[in-house]
């Protein structure tokens, strides 16, 4: 599956408006799974030095198909919920949540 690595966010749509951020997002999503579990972190780019700068905290998540579609599950202690992929390959993600569709593209250093 194409989903591990860096993604960044291109533009968000609900209810047929498209909604783009200005400029550079400040911070992309890392994700990593691996046997139907996984992690996903918010990343900062740093341009100095190519890096990123990591935050501690992760959203621990599970690949679940239901109705022939497959989701990614989240549970934390304060909220559970489920992100439906729309589509996914090795340059575009897109996966909806409450009749938000998120746009990503695949971020290269």
Same mark, same amino acid.
């Given at each position: ?13 609900? $209810?047929? &408006? ?5 400029? !550079?997002? #400040? ?6 799974? @691996?046997? +139907? ?18 935050? $501690?905290? &992760? ?5 679940? !198909?239901? #109705? ?6 989240? @549970?934390? +202690? ?32």
């Amino acid at each position: 599956m194409h989903l591990n690595g860096y993604w960044k966010i291109s533009h968000i749509t609900q $209810e047929n &408006e498209t909604f783009k951020p200005n400029g !550079e997002p #400040q911070l992309i999503d890392y994700y990593y799974f @691996k046997q +139907k579990k996984g992690i996903r972190k918010k990343v900062q780019p740093n341009l100095i030095n190519q890096n990123f700068l990591v935050s $501690e905290d &992760e959203s621990n998540f599970e690949i679940i !198909e239901k #109705q022939q579609n497959f989701f990614l599950s989240y @549970k934390t +202690k304060w909220a559970a919920w489920e992100e439906r992929i729309v589509t996914l390959d090795k340059d575009v993600l897109i996966l909806e949540n409450d009749a938000k569709e998120y746009h990503y593209v695949r971020h290269s250093k």
